[in-house]
């Protein structure tokens, strides 16, 4: 599949970058700063603009056939007020009516879920302006016209393993934390095998059974 990808010099965007080339596609990165990422494999084609621009996404978007938009605040800024979210969802769906791009894969967060318990109180009182950007990014996206899935994530590392179990409108049991590459396959997984269409997805840690 040709891909395009937001976000691309983050975390998660890396390991979209590194697991889309390992599985053949012909991937696009669409970035302001080039010279900040990370992942740099052979084949990538680079572009230069902003995401929040809908008639420069919609030039390098044509001919592809699913954007995945991991964008997200600086982790500085993920405590601040903010309507970025918000605003880059509205520019990505614009640009991809004007390019005639139905699919998306975006990433949101598991703080949105009303999971029970101190510690996903704590975190959703700690994010709680980037929570009200990403209720309001998600509501772009589904007034929109596009095939979108929304993937929510716990807590993001780097280490550990590459896999997942999701469950389509709540968190999988247990789901505290869960690696960048793993939440990468699921987004990958899901263009790839069109799934969860119109659904927001809960994700966690494939969970290893003992034998």
């Keep these: 599949m040709r891909l395009l990808i937001l976000g691309a010099t983050g975390r998660t965007g890396a390991q979209l970058l590194r697991l889309g ?3 053949g596609h012909q991937l696009t990165a669409f970035v302001r700063s080039p010279h900040k990422l990370i992942e740099r494999p052979d084949g990538l084609h680079v572009v230069t603009g902003d995401p929040l621009d809908p008639v420069q996404l919609a030039a390098a978007l044509a001919g592809h056939d699913a954007v995945l938009s991991a964008l997200g605040p600086p982790p500085r800024e993920a405590f601040q007020s903010s309507t970025l979210m918000k605003r880059a969802a509205s520019s990505t769906v614009a640009a991809m009516a004007r390019a005639e791009v139905a699919r998306l894969a975006v990433v949101s967060a ?3 879920f009303p999971t029970r318990g101190a510690y996903f109180a704590f975190f959703r009182w ?4 980037h929570a ?4 309001a990014m998600e509501q772009v996206i ?4 596009v095939d979108w899935t929304i993937a929510r994530p716990p807590r993001l590392v780097d280490s550990g393993p590459g896999h997942y ?9 247990g789901a505290r934390v869960m690696t960048y590459r793993a939440l990468a396959a699921f987004m990958l997984d899901s263009v790839e095998q069109r799934s969860h269409r119109q659904e927001v997805v809960g994700l966690g840690p494939q969970r290893q059974v003992a034998t």
């Design 21 to 23: 080339r390992e599985r």
């Design 165 to 173: 179990t999701s469950r389509s409108g709540e968190l999988p049991q």
């Design 132 to 135: 009200r950007d990403l209720r």
């Design 126 to 129: 700690l994010l709680r302006n």
């Design 110 to 112: 598991a703080v949105l």
């Design 142 to 145: 589904r007034d929109s016209q």
